[in-house]
């Protein structure tokens, strides 16, 4: 994929998500906080993600991908409880950031064993 348009792409998701949860989070000092990180890490994330769709999408092996499928449910779960967990009231933006992090972690993870060159 060409870079500029890998970046763009990349750059726009993440002005998408930061301006939706800018919009639905109620404003304080810790969703700034929040909303700065979000606008970094998910730029970053589709950045990665972007070079190894296939891999993350399953569609290089005929059998299904079951890690892929866990991740997710592991990931939402822990969305929802951070997003229940953090207040008496919900933060959205906590669970958002929360969500972004794991899924870079999860795609920088597909990242390094893709161009990982096997030990002799």
Known sequence: MNRLLRYAIA???????T???AFFQPHSAESTIL???IAV???VEVAIALPYWSVLRGTTTERPNWVNGAFTGASTFGC???LNGTKPTPNF???VLGFGLAWLGFVAGI???VERKPSV
């Open 11 to 17: 750059l726009l998701v993440g002005a998408t998500v």
């Open 19 to 21: 301006g939706g949860v």
């Open 35 to 37: 909303l700065a990180g």
């Open 41 to 43: 890490v998910f730029p």
């Open 80 to 82: 929802l409880m951070l």
């Open 93 to 95: 933006a906590t669970m």
């Open 111 to 113: 990242a390094f064993g």
